[in-house]
């Protein structure tokens, strides 16, 4: 399969916990896009890298976020502290150096 | 920044009828205009997408269309069956970075 890939695709914890999820965009794909998608909602987004480089960072992302591309290729979100209100689909997407965005399955995330 | 709003929230066809599917956006510097559709449980699958450089696209019984005057541009899909049955999002995307502000989504139902 040569799409976007996401771990794990499901995640229950704890409030308080943190958690991590990972993305693996498509092979050479140089941008790489976080969104997060709540029940009826559409995607929102949270961040963006181009390459390794965090060039971008929505509102919505707290101090309690956050993501890494460390070598361009996969990245990480990670969520400390988890809250109740972060409960969601977390979207990760990829794109060549043009503006069509591939999306991954997704990380459903419950914080009970 | 960006804001796109959609129309209907949901449609309901009969197999074979025609859906159509606005949106409207603010920004007048945004480009770049997808539509997305997310079986339940799915990840968002780009179908169709346009630019600010043209009017109208077509790809089988799917069509796009565009009026960068009046900031609104539309879905439309012909002969309708019932695995379209689905959420469609439209998206409008800013000139910088690319990220998509999406709108609220609408679920078409065909039914048999």
């Keep these: 399969d040569t799409g976007v890939s996401q771990n794990p695709r499901h995640k229950i914890t704890k409030r308080g916990q943190n958690v991590t999820f990972r993305c693996d965009p498509i092979s050479e794909h140089n941008r790489l896009y976080w969104y997060r998608q709540t029940l009826g909602q559409g995607p929102e987004f949270l961040t963006y890298f181009q390459n390794e480089a965090q060039l971008e960072k929505s509102r919505l992302l707290s101090d309690r976020f956050s993501a890494e591309r460390p070598k361009g290729s996969f990245s990480t979100l990670e969520i400390q502290r988890t809250e109740q209100g972060d409960s969601a689909m977390y979207l990760c997407a990829s794109s060549p150096n043009s503006v069509e965005q591939y999306f991954g399955p997704g990380t459903r995330l419950t914080v009970t | ?112």
Excluded: M
């Design chain 2, 1 to 112: 920044g960006e804001n796109v709003e959609q129309h209907p929230s949901t449609l309901s066809v009969q197999e074979g009828d025609s859906a159509v599917i606005k949106c409207t956006y603010s920004d007048s510097a945004s480009n770049y205009f997808p539509w997305y559709k997310q079986e339940l449980g799915k990840r968002p699958q780009l179908i169709i997408d346009i630019r600010s450089n043209v009017g109208e696209k077509k790809d089988q019984r799917i069509a796009v269309t565009l009026n960068k005057t009046a900031k609104h541009f539309s879905l439309h899909i012909t002969e309708t069956q019932p695995e379209d049955s689905a959420v469609y999002f439209c998206a409008a995307s800013d000139t910088g970075f690319q990220k998509l502000v999406f709108g609220t989504g609408t679920r078409l139902l065909v039914s048999p």
